[in-house]
């Protein structure tokens, strides 16, 4: 069976704002789509088009599994104590949660970062076909989701056809770091992470943690447990 890409428009970081502000008003997914709806007519004048962008954004923070729907919800109670810059920690991690092919798309581009300071589209995809197909809509999405990247702040093009990490994203915000952890594991397919690398997942790669052992250890999502002689794991607290 073939994967559901899910993501067929390029998402402005500000139309998940709204919608992350529509969201603290009602939960209602029938009022939340017309709200949507409304915001997003003068960016989107085309009825088709508009309703894509607006599902794109309502899977990310209203259509949530009930699995899913506590790791929201801390999020929207984060809310208060973050700035507006912040929120894309938040967009980050449902945005992965809501969608495998984001996050698969994420790691590639961290994982290319990791061997060199810059890389193309194509390079990209590349790596996501044999993972997701070689179907028009991959390429597209892979398109659309590194033209959403570039507009979000965390890429930049310093030459034509070559893209670059912008300065990594900090935060004072404690809670908000081990709540992005938490999602970014809850969305990997591993059931556990080694502890020496969930600072270093590449799907988390325009972010810059400064949590230490101690602060995982006493987050009451994550647990650590020894595998073997000396290799700490994390996992996600039943």
């Known amino acids: 069976m073939r994967k559901v890409v899910g993501i067929s428009q390029k998402t402005r970081r500000a139309w ?60 929207l109670a984060l809310l208060p104590q973050i700035s ?6 938040l967009h980050w991690g ?22 060199q300071d810059s890389f193309t589209t194509k390079q990209v995809q590349n790596r996501i076909v044999p993972v997701w197909g070689d179907r028009t809509t991959v390429t597209e999405a892979t398109q659309k989701l590194i033209t959403s990247f570039i507009e979000w702040g965390v890429l930049h093009s310093s030459r034509p056809g070559h893209l670059e990490p912008s300065e990594r994203l900090r935060t004072d915000n404690e809670e908000l770091e081990l709540w992005l952890l938490h999602a970014l594991l809850a969305a ?29 250890r006493g987050c009451g999502d994550l647990e650590i447990h020894r595998q073997g002689f000396d290799m700490n794991m994390v996992v996600i607290r039943k």
């Open 16 to 75: 998940l704002d709204a919608g992350l502000d529509l969201l603290v008003q009602t939960t209602n997914e029938a009022e939340l789509r017309e709200l949507l709806d409304k915001y997003l007519i003068d960016d989107l004048p085309g009825k088709e088009s508009r309703a894509k962008s607006a599902g794109i954004v309502l899977r990310i923070w209203s259509s949530i599994p009930p699995k899913r729907v506590s790791i929201r919800d801390r999020a």
């Open 84 to 89: 507006g810059q912040e929120r894309i920690w």
């Open 94 to 115: 449902m945005a992965a949660l809501a969608y495998p092919f984001f996050r698969d798309t994420a790691e590639v581009v961290g994982r290319l970062l990791w061997l």
């Open 188 to 216: 990997n397919p591993a059931d556990e992470i080694e502890l020496n690398q969930l600072w270093r997942l590449p799907e988390s790669f325009p972010f810059c943690y400064s949590l230490s052992v101690a602060d995982i």
